[in-house]
Every structure is written in structure tokens, then in C-alpha cells.
T-cell receptor, first 110, second 114 residues
Framework: SQQGEEDPQALSIQEGENATMNCSYKTSINNLQWYRQNSGRGLVHLILIRSNEREKHSGRLRVTLDTSKKSSSLLITASRAADTASYFCAIIQGAQKLVFGQGTRLTINP | IAGITQAPTSQILAAGRRMTLRCTQDMRHNAMYWYRQDLGLGLRLIHYSNTAGTTGKGEVPDGYSVSRANTDDFPLTLASAVPSQTSVYFC?????????????FGAGTRLSVL
């Protein structure tokens, strides 16, 4: 499979700290997307970064993309309890369909 | 509220029974998708539809069928359920099937096949 692979699989931090999750992939991409999934819910799109972009911001989220290393990172600054969720990266593969990684399970402790 | 509606929210099903999971969107999106989510395996694409009247196979299509008679509805049918189909099923849609489009997800159907 050429899906994105997130690292770490699980992350637990204190509220207010920054959380960094990484995604590595094996094939060339046009863009990479990050999604969040709260427990028992569907996925929600967070941010899309194109292959010609190196960094993108959205509120407390910062995504970087290094196409030479085939990796992306998602940084959540000043974490809050509501950020507790699973985070997935997704890339296009094959018949132009999104392929999701296994996700990073983030827990924010009060 | 615009979005994707999945039904039922959960179901316990005897092996060998036929089951249809329903998915309806009111965003007039052209593309729709069915995924299954299993612990440790992330989301895997079962079937997709780029536009009404067309469907395609994803990564794990065996044992499932879909139809896309109109833009809004994209039902997923398990003809004869097996325990390995126990999973959480998510329907999603996107405005087009182009690679840069983001996907919008329903809340999921939790299916247990016994």
C-alpha cells in the first residue's frame, strides 16, 4: 500500500502544549490532506496542502510538506481538550482516490 | 442543515442476511464514496461514484455492491453478510472527483455481523 503513514500512533500531552503529528508516504503526490475524527463521528477536513506549497496555516494548525522527504507534519499549537481526536493524513493514489493512513490518536489532558 | 445522512446508525445482523446501508447527501455533490473503518487499519475505500449513473471499485469491494441512480443517494448493499464485514461504515461526498476536492463525511453506521 502507498497510503500515508502517521507517526506516532498515539500521543498524549497536557493542555496548552503543542502537538506534532507526522505523515510519511511513498509515491509522488499532487496534494496531501489532513482530517480529524472525534470519537464516534465521521471525519472532518482540516487542511489541504498542495505539492508546490511548503507550509500552510489555519488558525492554530500549521501543516508543512517536504516532498523531497515525502513527509508532512501537522502542528497544533496551544492544545485544548477539544482537540482530543484522531488525525489522519490522506493522499491521492491509483484511480485518483484518497487513501487514508491509520491515524494518530491525540489525547489532551487537562 | 446540509450534509450527509447515514442510516441506520447501528445494526446487528445475522450472518447470511442481506443488508443495505443508506446514504443521502443534500449538497448536490457529484462524487460519493463508501469506506469501512477497522481498528488499526484506518479507512479503506469500498466503492465510489464519480457522478450519478457511474460506480467504481475501491480497495476492498468484495462482498459489497452499490448503485447511484441519482445525485443524492448512494446505498451500499451487503448481499450475504459475513462476520468479517463487522466494521464502521462511512459515506462521504465531494463536489467533484478531482484530486484536490475535499470530502465530507457522514456520522457512520456501526455494523456487527454475528
Amino acid at each position: 500500500s502507498q497510503q500515508g503513514e502517521e507517526d506516532p500512533q498515539a500521543l498524549s500531552i497536557q493542555e496548552g502544549e503543542n502537538a506534532t503529528m507526522n505523515c510519511s508516504y511513498k509515491t509522488s503526490i499532487n496534494n496531501l490532506q489532513w482530517y480529524r475524527q472525534n470519537s464516534g463521528r465521521g471525519l472532518v477536513h482540516l487542511i489541504l496542502i498542495r505539492s508546490n506549497e511548503r507550509e500552510k496555516h489555519s488558525g492554530r494548525l500549521r501543516v508543512t510538506l517536504d516532498t523531497s522527504k515525502k513527509s508532512s507534519s501537522l502542528l497544533i499549537t496551544a492544545s485544548r481538550a477539544a482537540d482530543t481526536a484522531s488525525y489522519f493524513c490522506a493522499i491521492i493514489q491509483g484511480a485518483q482516490k484518497l487513501v487514508f493512513g491509520q491515524g494518530t490518536r491525540l489525547t489532551i489532558n487537562p | 442543515i446540509a450534509g450527509i445522512t447515514q442510516a441506520p446508525t447501528s445494526q446487528i445482523l445475522a450472518a447470511g442476511r442481506r443488508m443495505t446501508l443508506r446514504c443521502t447527501q443534500d449538497m448536490r455533490h457529484n462524487a460519493m464514496y463508501w469506506y469501512r473503518q477497522d481498528l488499526g487499519l484506518g479507512l479503506r475505500l469500498i466503492h465510489y461514484s464519480n457522478t450519478a449513473g457511474t460506480t467504481g471499485k475501491g480497495e476492498v469491494p468484495d462482498g459489497y455492491s452499490v448503485s447511484r441512480a441519482n445525485t443524492d443517494d448512494f446505498p451500499l448493499t451487503l448481499a450475504s453478510a459475513v462476520p468479517s464485514q463487522t466494521s464502521v461504515y462511512f459515506c462521504a461526498s465531494s463536489p467533484t472527483s478531482l484530486p484536490f476536492d475535499i470530502q465530507y463525511f457522514g456520522a457512520g453506521t456501526r455494523l456487527s455481523v454475528l
